[in-house]
């Protein structure tokens, strides 16, 4: 990060930052917020796509989602949190885990980066481990069920909406 | 489980966004959420534009978070008293001193779920070829560029641009054409 950004205050996911710069005689501040990063995984079973539905407090309504996760200040092995995001938030063990891409989703002031995976369910299990608060449901769709939701701007959550189209873009 | 807001403190005010502490009910059990507003927000617009030789005309600026210059669509925040459609407009008018003929609205996504209010309106516009002058800020300093559509399309889906606003919108205007959507 640009070292004349001063820290103002620390937040739960994410802390606020701030400097200032000098152009023609006239000052400005300028606002960064700094988040630690998230995995999503674009979940396949079979021919159809794995969601999960929770409520979004902004949002304030339930939104649906690929499987996301925050990564910890200590983890570097994104593969090994995307394979425990799975089983934590779904009770699904993954197999073909793959790199798909990497995302800024706000990129003017927001540092958040989130790296998209795919992968496929080896297993469904009874191991789920939420964390307080969080309460996740399993939504499955078929190519024609997510494109329509999609069509009609159902799918509101930018991750998801680009990863589902990207995937079926490049002939899936 | 529905979270209802019980109160709110403003925990820092910065020149663009404000960081709230909502204290929220989840089944009459209270916790907290962090979350980020921007200033006056009513909104932010994404505006691929498409010219009358199908080139794309995107911008290329600096940005503080990338620690590079990056090309995307044009795009910028909704103002006072202004629609989703007067703004996005209005940004390509400034930006890249286009003309629109034709503009359509194809979605509008929130980047970040989890935290922000952000919330983004996505327009197709097919512009004039002959372009303006911008019409920028003092501290805005952006750069018109005319590149074809199969190559931007490459670009938004390769590691060198991360931007999810300029991925969305050529991704969802990649299945207009393919006829997925």
Sequence with gaps: ?172 | MKEIKVSTKEMFRGSLYTFYRDTVSIDNVETTRDVIKLNNYLGAVQVLCIDEFDRVIAVKQYRHVAKKYVMSCVGGYIELNESPLDAAVREVEEEIGGEIIDIVQVGCYWPLVAYSYEKSFHFVAKIKCELKDQNLDTFEDIEVVKISYDEFYKYVNSEQCMSLNSKLIMNYYQMFLKKLV
């Design chain 1, 1 to 172: 990060m640009n070292k004349n950004f001063k820290l103002m205050c620390s937040g739960v996911i994410f802390d606020f930052y701030q400097n200032e710069i000098e152009k023609n005689g006239k000052k400005q501040k300028f606002d960064l917020i700094k988040h630690n990063g998230a995995i999503a995984v674009l979940l396949k079973d079979g021919e159809e796509l794995i969601f999960v539905k929770q409520f979004r407090y902004p949002v304030q309504d339930e939104v649906i989602e690929i499987l996301a996760g925050k990564i910890e200040k200590n983890e570097t092995d994104l593969k090994e949190v995307a394979k425990r995001e799975c089983l934590e938030e779904l009770g699904v063990e993954i197999k073909n885990l793959n790199y798909f891409d990497t995302i800024r989703p706000s990129g003017g002031v927001c540092t958040e980066l989130i790296t998209i995976f795919t992968a496929d369910v080896l297993k469904y299990t009874d191991t789920t481990n939420f964390d307080e608060f969080e309460s996740v449901q399993m939504v499955k769709m078929t190519k024609q069920e997510i494109i329509e939701r999609i069509r009609t701007n159902k799918i509101v959550d930018g991750k998801t909406a680009y990863a589902v189209m990207r995937y079926y873009n490049e002939g899936n």
